[in-house]
């Protein structure tokens, strides 16, 4: 199983909408690193769910339920889509801060490349994280 992480601004989508409609189709994602990380999730990777824009923290813990299929938002059929449950929220949000002042995260794709709005997650990253969550 991988690990990754999505960004989302709250005031769009947020967790709480995820929590509400039990799932949600992952489309409208552009940037092409981002869309060949999206090809790239399988069935029950777990994913971490960012507040972006505002809040900037790590909120919840979501999973794949269906890979990757052709994205309905794309009217050139360029790009894919996946569907994500949630499973649960973090006891204690992890902002930003607090991880790019974390030495086991100075390598997580999300800091090195922030603009990316779908990064994968290494297993030791993924352990400090939910650890800074009280998990």
Request: aromatic share 6%; no cysteine.
């Amino acid at each position: 199983m991988a690990h990754w992480l999505v960004k989302s601004e709250p005031n769009k989508y947020a967790f709480a909408d995820l929590q509400r409609d039990g799932k949600t189709v992952w489309d409208g994602v552009r940037n092409n690193a981002a869309a060949l990380h999206l090809k790239t999730m399988k069935l029950g990777d777990e994913v971490l769910y960012y507040h972006s824009q505002e809040g900037l923290e790590v909120v919840g813990v979501a999973k794949v339920v269906t890979e990757s299929f052709l994205d309905p938002s794309d009217p050139l059929g360029r790009f894919v889509a996946v569907e994500l449950a949630p499973m649960r929220p973090l006891k204690q949000p992890v902002s930003l801060q607090a991880m790019k002042a974390n030495p086991a995260l100075a390598g997580l794709e999300m800091i090195r490349q922030g603009r990316l709005s779908v990064s994968p997650v290494r297993d030791a990253e993924w352990a400090a994280i939910l650890k800074m969550a009280g998990e």
